[in-house]
């Protein structure tokens, strides 16, 4: 069946920061407590929505989410008014404060695990929800990624949208940036690749010793059954956890795929001959061959993949059956990285073309191109379903800039977050925002 991917790239929100809250992520701690800038970070990730729907990607936007979570402030004991609790909150911990203002949600490939309706049993678009656990600043994303979810895919006739998992170490689930769908077109039955870092259950698995293993093998298995996948076209396949311990802190940090291309680094799999030796053997069940890219250490170190964001590009699918990689600067600017890619683009492999963007902003946040998209592939008739209001056209675009213009500020501190002015600021922009997108409802302001 006919089907596209539309990717949904995560707005950024106007209280954008860098708090250096992710233990593991090299990118985020390097830029802990500098001042950031949310109208330049929204606007980058604009264009770059902008620039691909004109290429004719599908391209779709993800809304913020209401920040800072005073939910979240009031339910550890900080009362009061807004104000008291900000200020509070400020002067006993920062931390938390910090963690309730997290500019996170931008990275919607941790918004949710996607299975599209030709691999599930049922014939539906399968969402769940990541709990996001293993970190505080994220852990309160899940409520309003589904309430965003279900207000944007609210056809209960081909969406299924689930709860998160149990949000309890044994169940760690960080969504899309720990999953990959390979088929021989979007609207073909595929092969799902589920990556973890940790096995709760088996204190004998190997597990990184620096950084947290955020992803549980027992969390990519009972998504699989939420998403009811076909066990003989559903991998698992543990990371390597010592380039965990290197700052790979998601699999999207080190492996992307699409199509029948997996792009991935050499040290991306604790068992690499196994984990391509499973996806093969699975998709030949759908008559699709494995197209494998590897990238040897000798190539590009981890470290610089980890510093240039290499793999934390997205593959596109073009009219003519090559791909498009898109990248942030930071690859060129790696001398490494650099050279590879040269010859990726003239070796006369599946990847012909490199589309860059300027997503400095994210990427000083800790998230590159990947980070900031989920991607679902729906066939027509659930693309029609779907609420149209967030599909991106030169229409939406001139409107959110301009909402952008309006509402966000340029500079933003960390003493900032204790500021209720700044508070009030992100609650009416974001209202607007839900006019714009037609979506009433959307947050939920109790």
Not at 396 to 408: G, I
Request: some cysteine; aromatic content about 8%; proline content about 5%.
């Amino acid at each position: 069946m006919s089907a596209r991917e539309f990717n949904f790239d995560g707005l950024v929100g106007p209280s954008h920061n860098y708090a250096g809250l992710s233990f593991g992520n090299v990118a985020s701690f390097s830029n802990v407590k500098s001042a950031s800038n949310p109208k330049q970070a929204a606007l980058q990730g604009l264009a770059k929505m902008r620039s691909l729907a004109a290429r004719g990607f599908a391209q779709a936007v993800m809304p913020p989410q209401m920040r800072p979570d005073f939910r979240m402030l009031r339910a550890v004991g900080f009362t009061g008014s807004d104000a008291d609790v900000l200020a509070a909150a400020y002067k006993a911990s920062p931390v938390i404060l910090a963690c309730a203002w997290s500019a996170a949600p931008m990275w919607t490939a941790n918004a949710a695990t996607v299975s599209p309706s030709a691999d599930s049993a049922d014939g539906k678009v399968h969402f769940t929800p990541a709990n996001l656990n293993n970190k505080l600043h994220r852990a309160h994303e899940r409520r309003q990624a589904a309430r965003s979810l279900r207000a944007i895919f609210h056809d209960a006739a081909r969406f299924t949208v689930h709860d998160a998992l149990p949000s309890t170490p044994a169940f760690g689930d960080e969504g899309a940036a720990n999953h990959t769908r390979l088929a021989s077109s979007h609207g073909a039955a595929g092969v799902e690749l589920f990556v973890y870092g940790r096995v709760e259950f088996d204190a004998t698995a190997p597990s990184p010793k620096r950084y947290p293993a955020r992803q549980t093998l027992e969390a990519s298995q009972a998504v699989a059954r939420l998403h009811r996948l076909d066990g003989r076209r559903t991998v698992f396949a543990a990371q390597n956890p010592d380039v965990i311990d290197q700052g790979v802190f998601h699999n999207d940090v080190i492996a992307v795929g699409n199509g029948n291309l997996l792009f991935y680094h050499e040290q991306a799999f604790l068992d690499e001959a196994g984990t391509l030796a499973d996806l093969r053997a699975a998709l030949e069940g759908v008559q699709a061959d494995l197209k494998a890219v590897r990238v040897s250490t000798t190539e590009v170190a981890v470290a610089d993949a980890v510093a240039s964001y290499l793999f934390n590009s997205q593959l596109l699918s073009k009219p003519d059956g090559a791909m498009a990689l898109v990248i942030p600067h930071e690859c060129r600017e790696n001398p490494a990285v650099a050279r590879y890619l040269e010859g990726v683009v003239g070796g006369g492999g599946p990847i012909d073309e490199l589309i860059e963007f300027d997503l400095r902003q994210s990427m000083r946040n800790g998230g590159g191109p990947a980070c900031l998209r989920l991607r679902v592939a729906l066939t027509d008739q659930e693309a029609a379903a779907m609420h149209q209001g967030v599909v991106m056209t030169e229409d939406l675009y001139a409107r959110l800039v301009a909402w952008v213009e309006a509402h966000y500020r340029d500079r933003l501190q960390p003493g900032d977050l204790a500021d209720p002015q700044l508070a009030r600021e992100c609650a009416v922009a974001l209202e607007d925002l839900a006019r714009i997108l037609d979506l009433p409802g959307l947050y939920d302001l109790d």
